[in-house]
């Protein structure tokens, strides 16, 4: 259709205003849409953006708080602080293109010979719970690297060094089982409730007195805020709140006693362990541990060396405490537990009489005494003085056929075989206390090679066979029938004390139980000890003979598959009323009467500030 040239103009003027029309629109619209989004931010928002923007002119410094120092019971410092440099690094001076990122990072890692992977996992730990704060990646750093990083801080603008405080050992190696170890707080245990308020590079007790009593000596970090300009460079501070250290421990232990503990086992140059508790109350007075270790490395970066030499030597095992974690046949120490179940179970008087030739049979095996002794008609006290073996294997035989047959393996579990003793240190094995039960379903399962017999009675009688205990088990066993039967709950912790030394928390124990036991039969149990101890024929008479404190005592000499024989020694002192027992160990030690009994009354001389006189008609001892 043809159309005038009048015609088509108007219909192009038309078609140019639509276009118009359509592109006004949306600019109105666009207009529109920036507007509301000007007026949310400003009136809507605008409160949390300018919380936002002054967030972004201030930081937060988090400063850790000294931990509290742990004393002995006379107020000496076994564990104090003091202050170390640290290489931080600033998250807010790195660069922001990752790979230039990772390029600073690795460079100041080189600065302490720190793996580039090994910087980024610290970075990434750290970063995720605390954005802003500065990282720390290594402690007790030189003057050389502070000397430096002040030469070259253009090349190092994100890092720096800092004051911090490490723990500080200044007796040594002293009582270290006991005190434990710090270490930074891991990304498991952030989660858990007691550690809510850490953040990471916070430290916390991981094993001893550190880590039981940790929420005492950790204090509570303080918090520096700092204004800083559009390239995150401080231009004042704004405020502070001080960090506040943590409350002082003082333990239940002697250090002079400790250090006589821990020089009668390293004297014995071999692998064991010892316990001085108070028989009335469970204070432990000291604990140790042979081999042991110097805590003070444990507050560095540890060599795979250090590592090899510490968890994983599996005969010297240095950082195990053998006072509460290792397990061993007791011997004839065992013999108190074994008197007090035959005498409350009915199977045996005071007064009874049985006759010792030599042997024992059961079933056509054969037990004899050690070194094929005999002692003719016994009670029970000259049986504990001269540790007749027949006598024991005996009881264990009678009460395996009386009743359920399980009198020794229920009064050893109530004098506290097999079970925790309560003490409050992490890592504290119950032991083995071998029944029928637990046996015959080994056995089902192809861990034995027999069922539950008869035998095994009459060994566990003279703490051998399967039985597996550790020296402060047998010290509240024996203290537990010198104190009338209270089992005393050990413990380390005496008192906590803020910085001025004022007394916050007493720290006293409740006893785990009560059992019953009729004082005449402790009363003889005891004095069979004392005549072992201090009686001509006793079996560490020719020890403790001399000794000027009346002492009642009894050795233990057991065999350990795989080992030599295990030294035992358990004493109570003084005799009639003891106040402390002292129960020591060790391994592949020979007689009771060799090793333990020796180191024992080096330990009680000390205590009481005794020498023993030599004993000149003392015989050889048998056990």
């Known amino acids: 259709m043809y159309l005038r040239a009048d015609d088509r103009r108007a219909q192009a003027g038309t078609g140019f205003a639509l276009r118009i029309a359509t592109l006004g629109g949306l600019a109105l619209i666009l207009f529109g849409v920036v507007f509301f989004r000007l007026w949310q931010m400003q009136v809507l928002s605008g409160e949390e953006y300018l919380a ?3 967030d972004n002119r201030t ?5 850790g708080a000294p931990r509290g120092d742990i004393l002995d019971a006379g107020g000496k410092v076994l564990v104090g602080n003091r202050t170390s440099l640290a290489l931080q690094v600033n998250p807010q001076k790195l660069p922001a293109d990752p790979t230039a990122r990772r390029a600073r990072l690795a460079r100041i890692g080189r600065l302490v010979d720190m793996p580039p992977r090994r910087v980024r996992r610290i970075m990434h730990s750290e970063l995720r719970a605390a954005p802003n704060a500065p990282v720390t990646l290594r402690r007790d750093v030189d003057h050389d690297l502070v000397y430096y990083l002040q030469e070259h801080k253009a090349e190092f603008p994100a890092a720096g060094v800092q004051r911090v405080f490490v ?3 200044p007796r040594g190696t002293l009582a270290a089982h006991l005190v434990g170890s710090v270490g930074e707080i891991d990304e498991d245990q952030l989660g858990e409730r007691r550690y809510s308020r850490l953040e990471p590079g916070d430290e916390i007790g991981r094993d001893g007195v550190e880590h039981t009593y940790d929420s005492f000596l950790r204090g509570r970090a303080g918090m520096t805020r700092i204004q800083v300009d559009s390239l995150g460079r401080p231009k004042g501070q704004l405020s502070e709140i001080p960090p506040a250290p943590g409350n002082s421990l003082r333990l239940t232990i002697d250090s002079e006693l400790q250090a006589a503990g821990e020089g009668a086992l390293s004297g014995a140059g071999l692998p064991g362990a010892f316990v001085a508790m108070n028989v009335r109350d469970g204070s432990i007075l000291a604990m140790g541990s042979n081999p042991t270790f110097d805590p003070s490395i444990l507050t560095k970066p540890l060599t795979q060396a250090q590592v090899n030499d510490l968890y994983r030597d599996p005969v010297a095992a240095p950082i195990i405490n053998r006072a509460i974690a290792a397990g061993y046949p007791t011997g004839s120490t065992y013999k108190l537990i074994t008197a007090v179940a035959a005498l409350e179970s009915g199977v045996l008087t005071p007064t009874e009489a049985i006759y010792d030739d030599g042997l024992f049979v059961l079933g056509g095996v054969e037990f004899r005494n050690a070194g094929d002794a005999a002692y003719g008609s016994l009670t029970l006290q000259p049986a504990l003085q001269f540790s007749s073996d027949v006598f024991f294997y005996t009881l264990g035989d009678r009460m395996s056929q009386a009743g359920d047959g399980l009198a020794l393996q229920r009064w050893s579990r109530k004098l506290g075989i097999g079970r925790e003793t309560g003490i409050d240190l992490p890592g504290e094995e119950a032991g083995l206390l071998p029944t029928p039960a637990w046996r015959n379903e080994l056995f089902r399962e192809g861990g034995a090679d027999r069922p539950w017999s008869g035998g095994d009675n009459v060994n566990f009688s003279v703490g051998q066979g399967d039985l597996q205990a550790h020296p402060l088990q047998m010290a509240v066993a024996y203290a537990t029938v010198a104190n009338g039967g209270t089992v005393v709950r050990p413990h380390l912790g005496l008192q906590v004390e803020d ?10 124990p409740r006893p785990m139980r009560q059992v019953s036991i009729d004082p005449a039969w402790s009363d003889v149990i005891l004095a069979g000890l004392h005549d072992a101890a201090q009686s001509t024929g006793g079996t560490s008479y020719g020890v403790f ?13 057991a065999e350990r598959f795989g080992h030599g024989d295990q030294s035992w020694y358990v004493a109570l002192a003084p005799y009639p009323d003891p106040e402390v027992v002292v129960a020591a160990t060790f391994e592949e030690g020979g007689f009771g009467a060799d090793t333990a009994a020796p180191a024992v009354a080096q330990i009680l001389s000390e205590y009481f500030d005794e020498e023993a006189k030599p004993v000149e008609d003392a015989a050889a001892p048998i056990e």
């Open 52 to 54: 936002e923007a002054n």
């Open 59 to 63: 930081r937060e410094i988090r400063v």
């Open 545 to 557: 003979g001399g000794f000027p404190v009346p002492v009642a005592g009894k050795t233990g000499t």
């Open 499 to 508: 910085a001025a030394g004022r007394v916050v928390r007493e720290i006293d």
């Open 167 to 169: 723990r500080r050992y």
